[in-house]
């Protein structure tokens, strides 16, 4: 089976449980090195809609008009019991001959896009893209990449300015290790979606300046994720072993 079947038989088992959980299939990621790594991404859907059943659970002296609060990422109780669901499928359907493990979690703040589609809600964030091939500024016009531009990239990084059928666009830009965003003195580039091997949003975190020191004396580090894909359940195929 190919990794696209693959991902495509996990996100068909998971999908009935993930819908009557409440959430959605964010994506499937295939890594094979060494033993066979599936990692399974839910997530809440995009949804402003209030929750009439916390919306019940109100005070009934509370007369603001403010909606109810929902959840904002899968829980850990969700993901174990999506991992139990999709383990014992792949068991059954002997879908994996090889030893593998499962693992079902958020996509996390610094998630990894599987479409097009996704990124059109991450308009304004910063988001960094590792290309199968290098992809120069205007590479697209009639005119070519302009030289003064610099050459083409495999890795860009920058502002998220628009999403079309078939590309998006970066507003270039360097992040340090302290989470300072820099623009660079570069036109925007448009990223052809078939060049994309890995696109993912960044999560900044500014290192909080230490008093008394200068931003120069500060140390770099780097940034934490407030929302850590953590929340694991791994699976394992009969007779393997627990490490990866």
């Excluded at 929750?51 to 403010?66: H, V």
């Excluded at 998220?160 to 989470?179: C, K, Q, Y």
């Amino acid at each position: 089976m190919t990794d696209d079947a693959l991902k495509e038989t996990i996100a068909r088992l998971a999908e009935p449980l993930a819908t009557s959980l409440g959430l959605v299939i964010w994506g499937v990621e295939i890594v094979r090195a060494g033993r066979t790594l599936v990692r399974l991404f839910v997530d809440v859907p995009f949804n402003t809609t209030p929750d009439p059943q916390a919306d019940t659970a109100l005070s009934a002296n509370d007369d603001t008009d403010a909606p109810a609060l929902v959840a904002l990422s899968a829980t850990l109780d969700q993901c174990e019991e999506i991992s139990r669901h999709i383990g014992l499928a792949l068991e059954v359907e002997d879908t994996i001959p090889e030893a593998y493990v499962l693992e079902v979690s958020t996509p996390g703040l610094t998630r990894l896009f599987f479409s097009l589609d996704q990124m059109r809600h991450y308009m304004g964030d910063v988001v960094e893209a590792r290309l199968l091939r290098a992809v120069a500024i205007n590479e697209s016009s009639p005119e070519g990449p302009n030289p003064s531009h610099g050459g083409p990239r495999r890795l860009w990084r920058g502002e998220l300015l628009a999403v079309e059928d078939a590309s998006f666009t970066l507003a270039p830009a360097i992040i340090s290790a302290e989470g300072e965003v820099t623009p660079e003195a570069l036109p925007p580039v448009c990223i052809p979606w078939d060049a994309v091997r890995r696109a993912s949003r960044m999560y900044i975190f500014r290192q909080p300046q230490k008093p008394g020191k200068s931003r120069a004396n500060t140390p770099a580090s780097k940034g934490k994720a407030a929302d850590k894909p953590g929340k694991t359940k791994k699976s394992k195929s009969s007779g393997s072993e627990e490490n990866p």
